[in-house]
């Protein structure tokens, strides 16, 4: 049986050896393949990307930044760039609309950053990047934030604007190193109380949410700075604006 697997999993691999052979798609592809493979660290990668052999990119092996521009689709085999720490994608007209499960094998990875695309959700390998230091989630349609976010320890920013998420899992309290969260224009309602216990927190932003009361507690948080609540009415304004001037944490908000 073991052989069996083997030869099915080398099969995949003597096709795409087999496309290497034939003539490159496009002049960018020749292009790549001239490329050396121990000193290209960054690339981007158009939407043509499909349409060239595989081996074109997987050979670059020392990667350690990917940028996709106006792609609808992430490869399959993102997952191999083991060395990569930095994966953004820039679209204005494509949007992606999944993420590969190979995406939790970045173990490396610092920064990912996909704004402005059409993800409803975050598959659950993702939570295996536990390198993760800036999370850029901000105008995707993702509705939910699993509670193994709390695995990311090292994060550092998460930028949730503009999604449908509407409440925040209480493991993310656990997150000790974030410094900025920002839930601008989210349908988020209530904050939990537990970010008190965020030890890093400097920066949050909440405007444009359905907040009603900031829970005062909150503004306890050991190192929090400036707090963005415009366009809210909140309840207990007044009592978290007096608090606010006490603690020299700068408040914006629509009076």
């Known amino acids: 049986m073991r052989s069996i697997l083997n030869i099915l999993l080398f099969i995949p691999l003597l096709y795409s050896c087999q496309q290497y052979n034939n003539p490159p798609y496009d002049?960018?592809?020749?292009?790549?393949?001239?490329?050396?493979?121990?000193?290209?660290?960054?690339?981007?990668?158009?939407?043509?990307?499909n349409k060239r052999d595989s081996l074109t990119y997987l050979r670059l092996k020392n990667l350690d930044l990917i940028l996709m521009n106006?792609?609808?689709?992430?490869p399959n085999w993102i997952g191999n760039f083991e060395k990569m720490r930095i994966f953004?994608?820039?679209?204005?007209?494509?949007?992606?609309?999944?993420?590969?499960?190979?995406?939790?094998?970045?173990?490396?990875?610092?920064q990912f950053?996909?704004?402005?695309?059409?993800?409803?959700?975050?598959?659950?390998?993702?939570y295996n990047l536990k390198s993760l230091t800036y999370l850029d989630l901000r105008n995707?349609?993702?509705?939910?934030?699993?509670?193994?976010?709390?695995?990311?320890?090292?994060?550092?920013?998460i930028n949730l604007d503009g999604t449908?998420?509407?409440?925040?899992p209480i493991s993310i309290c656990k997150l000790q190193k974030i410094k900025f969260f920002t839930l601008e224009n989210t349908h988020i309602s209530d904050l939990p109380t537990c970010l008190k216990d965020m030890s890093s927190l400097e920066w949050l932003n909440i405007s444009g949410t359905g907040i009603k009361i900031i829970p005062i507690e909150i503004l306890n948080a050991p190192k929090l700075e400036t707090i963005h609540a415009?366009?809210?009415?909140?309840k207990?304004?007044?009592?978290?604006?007096?608090?606010?001037?006490?603690?020299?944490?700068t408040f914006y908000y629509d009076e």
Do not use: H
Not at 113 to 126: K, Q, R, W, Y
Not at 140 to 157: D, G
Not at 164 to 168: K, M, T, V
């Open 27 to 49: 002049e960018k592809e020749k292009v790549l393949r001239d490329f050396p493979v121990e000193n290209s660290t960054r690339m981007v990668m158009d939407s043509l990307w």
């Open 70 to 74: 106006e792609s609808s689709t992430i």
């Open 88 to 110: 953004q994608i820039v679209n204005e007209e494509k949007k992606i609309t999944s993420i590969p499960k190979s995406i939790g094998k970045l173990t490396r990875l610092l």
């Open 113 to 126: 950053d996909i704004p402005n695309n059409n993800v409803t959700v975050l598959p659950s390998s993702f």
């Open 140 to 157: 995707n349609p993702i509705v939910l934030i699993n509670n193994k976010i709390s695995q990311l320890t090292n994060l550092e920013s």
């Open 164 to 168: 449908f998420i509407n409440n925040l």
């Open 230 to 234: 415009k366009g809210l009415k909140l």
């Open 236 to 249: 207990n304004y007044k009592e978290v604006k007096a608090i606010c001037e006490k603690r020299n944490i």
